[in-house]
């Protein structure tokens, strides 16, 4: 996961190729202490998959089943 303020795409970005992650999840500051969220997945060949607000435990289901 990836918690960003500024330039959010593209610090993700640098993390999931500085980490040599598969994909990395970036998310707001607004979801903490939250049960939504409103992720951005970025894979390891930079492809962006947005996603509406979802409760965190819906995007964990979605995550395991979709991603994993």
Do not use: G
Request: net charge positive; aromatic share 8%; no cysteine.
């Amino acid at each position: 996961f990836a918690l960003e303020t500024n330039n959010k795409i593209k610090n993700a970005a640098k993390k999931l190729v500085e980490k040599n992650l598969d994909f990395i999840v970036l998310n707001s500051p607004k979801s903490l202490n939250s049960s939504h969220i409103i992720p951005t997945i970025i894979d390891k060949n930079l492809q962006i998959t947005k996603f509406n607000a979802m409760t965190k435990f819906s995007f964990a289901k979605k995550l395991l089943t979709e991603f994993l």
